[in-house]
């Protein structure tokens, strides 16, 4: 299983990016998407999730109504639509696929989710 993230770079405040990943080697409809990010001397952190029928998603609270989650199961891609971007959002970023086919879950459970498979990452750096 191979997972690919594109689309970081550097912004100024405000900006906006879109990241992608692509995802080979497992029937991407069948799993939960998720999308994390490490900043600096920082731990990794939860950011968002998707179901795998797109049917519900889940942001976490210092992006909602800036960042939007979404994927094309017919490019086997997830993004991360990132909009009015702050400093502090700046990290290496990176998708992840749940362990589990068809789960069904919903709101803050996304969070705690076991995830298997991770990207290698891109960076997004916003400069103030």
């Known amino acids: 299983v191979q997972l690919v993230e594109s689309g970081g770079g550097l912004v100024q405040a405000g900006a906006s990016l879109r990241l992608s990943c692509v995802v080979s080697g497992r029937t991407f409809s069948d799993y939960v998407m998720g999308w994390f990010r490490q900043a600096p001397g920082k731990d990794r952190e939860f950011v968002a999730a998707i179901s795998w029928s797109a049917g519900n998603s889940y942001v976490i609270d210092s992006v909602k109504g800036r960042f939007t989650i979404s994927r094309d199961n017919a490019k086997n891609t997830v993004y991360l639509q990132m909009n009015s971007l702050k400093p502090e959002d700046t990290a290496v970023y990176y998708c992840?696929?749940?362990?589990?086919?068809?789960?069904?879950?919903?709101?803050?459970?996304?969070?705690?989710?076991?995830?298997?498979?991770w990207g290698q990452g891109t960076q997004v750096t916003v400069s103030s």
């Open positions: 992840a696929t749940d362990k589990t086919q068809y789960r069904v879950v919903g709101g803050p459970e996304f969070k705690l989710m076991e995830y298997d498979y």
